[in-house]
């Protein structure tokens, strides 16, 4: 078992930044993808950034080239520093572990981007 805790969420105006971390404990084994996707009010969850155990990453588009995943595997951390931030961003981030076929979630931070 994983468990996955999100923090850094919050409310912040258009064009601002924040940084999301999620701090996994349990069975942490490699290899392993950390990442976040988001939901947003009657959407579907969608991947937002991805980062394996071996620091490949992978980010949806609409978010490239604002958003950054990093990873501290001796903490077993994972982060995601967003800037330029626009309204459509709002949504309720999870972190999210990956290993095998096993997927684990968080329970999600809200993030608030206000126009």
């Known amino acids: 078992q994983v468990q996955l805790v999100e923090s850094g969420g919050g409310l912040v105006q258009a064009g601002g930044s924040l940084v999301l971390s999620c701090v996994a404990s349990g069975s942490i084994t490699r290899p392993n993808t950390m990442g976040w996707y988001r939901q947003a009010p009657g959407k579907q969850r969608e991947l937002v950034a991805t980062?394996?155990?071996?620091?490949?990453?992978n980010y949806v588009d609409s978010v490239k080239g604002r958003f950054t995943i990093s990873r501290d595997n001796a903490k077993r951390m994972v982060f995601l520093q967003m800037n330029s931030l626009k309204s459509e961003d709002t949504a309720i981030y999870y972190c999210t572990f990956q290993r095998g076929s096993m997927n684990y979630w968080g329970q999600g931070t809200q993030v608030t981007v206000s126009s």
């Open positions: 980062m394996t155990s071996g620091s490949t990453t």
